[in-house]
């Protein structure tokens, strides 16, 4: 089941869902927007590898915006922390974003169970598109689970920057690769 926004809004307020900073104002009817935060980061080698940790290079998206190229896969996160231990949330992009071209979360929109912190939001374009650090870039559902519920506790649970994959993140149980400039 999907809780509406106003069913959000007070599992926020009970300490059930974590989304801070939260604004009410930004509650949708089964939703809640997130923005976008400061940075974004790019893989620097010129063919992704699976089995080899991702080198990437940060960009600090400056006050202007910054023009988004197709092609490019670029890694940014959420402003807002968001999570639960009782909720799964859901993160896609904006429908206002889409009809621009930009796809938020075209693979991995489901969150885990425990998993509090900001996330990071896989970015393409299909066009040039300048986004901006704090806009709104897409909206966060929650799901009540049926059944027995089992909390993350993988790597990827508790970053707060953005995140390309790294073999020895599952293998190893290490931390991905997260900042490489």
């Known amino acids: 089941m999907i809780l509406t926004g106003a069913a959000i809004r007070e599992a926020v307020e009970l300490g059930e869902i974590t989304f801070d900073p939260f604004t009410p104002g930004m509650i949708n009817p089964n939703s809640v927007n997130y923005r976008l935060g400061p ?20 960009i600090d998206l400056p006050a202007g915006g910054y023009v988004l190229q197709p092609g490019i896969t670029y890694l940014g996160t959420t402003v807002e922390r968001i999570g639960s231990a009782r909720y799964v949330p859901s993160l896609i992009g904006r429908s206002s974003l889409g009809r621009l071209g930009c796809f938020l979360q075209v693979s991995a929109d489901l969150g885990q169970l425990g998993a509090v912190h900001q996330w990071t939001l896989e970015i393409v374009v299909v066009q040039q598109l300048r986004v901006y650090p704090g806009m709104k ?9 049926a059944g027995q519920t089992m909390p993350y506790r993988g790597t990827y649970g508790h970053l ?14 290490l931390h991905p690769q997260a900042v490489v400039a």
């Open 160 to 173: 707060s920057v953005p995140a390309a994959w790294s073999p020895h993140a599952v293998a190893g149980g």
């Open 39 to 58: 940075q974004l980061k790019v893989q620097t080698g010129a063919v992704a590898d699976p089995h080899q940790t991702a080198q990437l290079e940060t």
């Open 137 to 145: 870039a897409g909206q966060v559902s929650f799901w009540e689970p």
